[in-house]
């Protein structure tokens, strides 16, 4: 089981930068890929960016890359965000996730997920 809280949401301007944190549970979460997701008022649940175990392979939404960030340190458990340039578009709920790599897994299929942080980007 991995519990995860997400922490360093905020309300900030168009144009600056938030860090958010996912602090993780738990043994094993090297082996653990991960994800951020957000959700906006209205709108459904999307990935914003993924990363594997190792931190080797990242995937970016098209609407965030060149933006945003993805790192993870496996000695501390943690997995974060670096927004830059924010956008009120960017506005929503982020969730961290984590799920045990196996085959068969759809690209946005999770096993955990953290409780959320509003992230709040007024123009």
């Known amino acids: 089981q991995v519990q995860l809280v997400e922490s360093g949401g905020g309300l900030v301007q168009a144009g600056d930068s938030l860090r958010l944190s996912c602090a993780a549970s738990?043994?094993?979460?090297?082996?653990?890929?991960m994800a951020w997701f957000r959700q906006a008022p209205g709108k459904e649940r999307m990935v914003v960016v993924r990363?594997?175990?190792?931190?080797?392979?990242?995937f970016y939404a098209d609407s965030v890359k060149g933006r945003f960030t993805i790192s993870r340190d496996n000695a501390e458990n943690t997995v974060y965000l670096q927004m830059n340039s924010l956008k009120p578009e960017d506005t929503a709920v982020y969730y961290c996730?984590?799920?045990?790599?196996?085959?068969?897994?759809?690209?946005?299929?999770?096993?955990?997920w953290g409780q959320g942080t509003q992230v709040t980007v007024s123009s």
């Open positions: 990363i594997n175990s190792n931190g080797a392979s990242t």
């Open positions: 996730a984590a799920r045990r790599p196996r085959v068969g897994l759809f690209p946005d299929q999770y096993d955990y």
């Open positions: 738990g043994r094993s979460f090297s082996t653990y890929d």
